[in-house]
């Protein structure tokens, strides 16, 4: 460890920690689920630590929000109704809310105090709360998604962190069950599903119990996001049986017109289904 400097040490990538240059600490806490530091980075602005983890930086954030969010809305005609798991900092609201078809946006994350940093110290961020469609649940996503009526939502967006702590369960088939219970026909899901670089096992697991339980399509996508591990992640992507979803090919533009989009666009939709030789062989392979 380098004095002065963060590494994100982690056993989800042994022998590897990417470092950042610490210029102030602004926030170190401890809640009911996990410990949380913000930082100012000499070269990333503000960072969001949990554990330990990177879960966002001020200037790269953009890369993963976009993608999370853009890659099952853009799929599917007028999303209504879209429920966020995790993802208390806001930013994947931010992005949601930029869709006039959407009526009604939940978000249940489970650490209040993930909620009130991002208020203090991610203010571009946490905007999202701001519109009036958002209604937030603190509390467990999965105890959450158990109580949803079947066929509420018309999209699922799954920001959850690694699955070490309280996200563990976010990874597994009983979860992507009641996720499927609580689509409409034609559903769309999207869930963080972590970096083909340093977790093909993790990936294989999330690709055969998704295969299993979503009777639409299944699709693995990517992108770079430079302050996560190995600088790339991926998103599961799922639709239920109903209407087909071809994730591939975006239906929908995004306003940009008050908030311009800093990643995301139609091309970089398509290209991000491409994949590695590797990693194409084992998911296609399940
Ligand atoms: N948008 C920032 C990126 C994240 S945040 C993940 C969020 O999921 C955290 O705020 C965490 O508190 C929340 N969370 C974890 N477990 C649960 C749960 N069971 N129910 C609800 N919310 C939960 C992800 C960063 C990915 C990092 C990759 N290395």
Known sequence: VIPGWFSEISPMWPGEAHSLKIEKILFQGKSDYQNVMVFQSATYGKVLVLDG???LTERD???YQEMITHLPL????????VLVIGGGDGGVLREVARYASVEKIDICEIDKMVVDVSKQFFPDVAIGYDDPRVTLHV????AFLKAV???TYDAVIVDSSDPIGPAKELFEK???QTVANALRPGG????QAESIWLHMDIIEDIVENCREVFKGSVNYAWTTVPTYPSGVI???LCSTEGPAVDFKHPVNSIDASKRPLKFYNSEIHTAAFCLPSFAKKVIDAK
């Open 188 to 191: 769309v899901v999207c869930t």
């Open 234 to 236: 991926g998103f599961m």
């Open 139 to 142: 509390g467990d996503g999965v």
């Open 174 to 176: 009983p979860f992507f």
């Open 53 to 55: 983890v990177i879960q």
């Open 74 to 81: 853009c799929s599917i005609p007028n999303p209504k109704k």
């Open 149 to 151: 009526p079947a066929g």
């Open 61 to 63: 954030e953009c890369a």
